[in-house]
C-alpha cells in the first residue's frame, strides 16, 4: 500500500520565479493538506482540498495556490518566490472526517 | 487562536533512560484533538498517537505512554528504555472540533531527542 509520494524531493529556484510541487494521496485519501516548515520549526498550515475544493486555508498570502484533480492528487504553486519560502513542504492525506492525517517526505524548496 | 508550546527545544539521555517530552496547548474549543509526531532525518511524519478532549484515559504502546491531563493543558508523551532508534523531533499538534480535516494541525515547535549509545 503506497503512502504519500511528493514530488520532486529537491528543487531549487531563483527569487522571483514560479514553482510546483506535486502530492499523491495515501490510497482510498479523499482530502490533501499542505504544510510549509522552515528549518528548526513545525509544520504551519499552508490549505486543504476536498472534492477538488479549497476548504481551509491558514495565513499564507495569495501567493500560495492549489490545486485537486479528480484522482485526488494535488498540486501546490507559489508565485514570485521569496527566500523566504525556502522550507521543507510538505504533503498530508487524509480521509474526509477522520483527524489523522499521514504525511509524505516533503519537497525541500530553496530559494536563492 | 490555538498553541502548541514544547518548551524543550532538544533533549539528550543515555540509551536505556527513560524520556518525558512535554506538550501544554492552548484552545478555546470544546472538543478538540491532539496528537504527536514523530520526524526522523528523511523528514517524513510519522504519526504516534491521536486523543480526543473526551478522552483523559492514558495510554500505552510498548515502550511509549502519554498522559492527557485537561485540567493544565497537557499531553505529555513518556518512552521507557529509550533506543538509539528513538532519536529524531518530536511533534506535538491540535487540531479543532472539526478534526484533522477543516482547520488543520497547529503544530509545536518540536522537541529534538537524541538517544546516546
Known amino acids: 500500500d503506497a503512502g504519500v509520494t511528493q514530488s520532486p524531493t529537491h528543487l531549487i529556484k531563483t527569487r522571483g520565479q514560479q514553482v510546483t510541487l506535486r502530492c499523491s494521496p495515501k490510497?482510498?485519501?479523499?482530502?490533501v493538506s499542505w504544510y510549509q516548515q522552515a528549518l528548526g520549526q513545525g509544520p504551519q498550515f499552508i490549505f486543504q482540498?476536498?472534492?477538488?475544493?479549497?476548504?481551509q486555508r491558514g495565513n499564507f498570502p495569495d501567493r500560495f495556490s492549489g490545486h485537486q484533480f479528480p484522482n485526488y492528487s494535488s498540486e501546490l504553486n507559489v508565485n514570485a518566490l521569496l527566500l523566504g519560502d525556502s522550507a521543507l513542504y510538505l504533503c498530508?492525506?487524509?480521509?474526509?472526517?477522520?483527524?489523522?492525517?499521514?504525511f509524505g517526505a516533503g519537497t525541500r524548496l530553496s530559494v536563492l | 487562536a490555538q498553541k502548541v508550546t514544547q518548551a524543550q527545544t532538544e533533549i539528550s539521555v543515555v540509551e536505556k533512560e527513560d524520556v518525558t517530552l512535554d506538550c501544554v496547548y492552548e484552545t478555546r474549543d470544546t472538543t478538540y484533538y491532539l496528537f504527536w509526531y514523530k520526524q526522523p532525518p528523511s523528514g517524513e511524519l510519522v504519526f504516534l498517537i491521536r486523543?480526543?478532549?473526551?478522552?483523559?484515559q492514558n495510554e500505552i504502546s510498548g515502550r511509549y505512554s502519554w498522559n492527557f491531563q485537561k485540567s493544565t493543558s497537557s499531553f505529555n508523551f513518556t518512552i521507557t528504555a529509550s533506543q538509539v532508534v528513538d532519536s529524531a523531533v518530536y511533534f506535538c499538534a491540535l487540531s479543532g472540533a472539526s478534526g484533522g480535516g477543516a482547520d488543520g494541525l497547529t503544530f509545536g515547535k518540536g522537541t529534538h531527542l537524541i538517544i546516546q549509545p
Open positions: 482540498y476536498y472534492e477538488e475544493e479549497e476548504r
Open positions: 486523543r480526543n478532549s473526551f478522552d483523559e
Open positions: 490510497s482510498g485519501h479523499d482530502t
Open positions: 498530508a492525506s487524509s480521509l474526509v472526517g477522520s483527524d489523522i492525517q499521514y
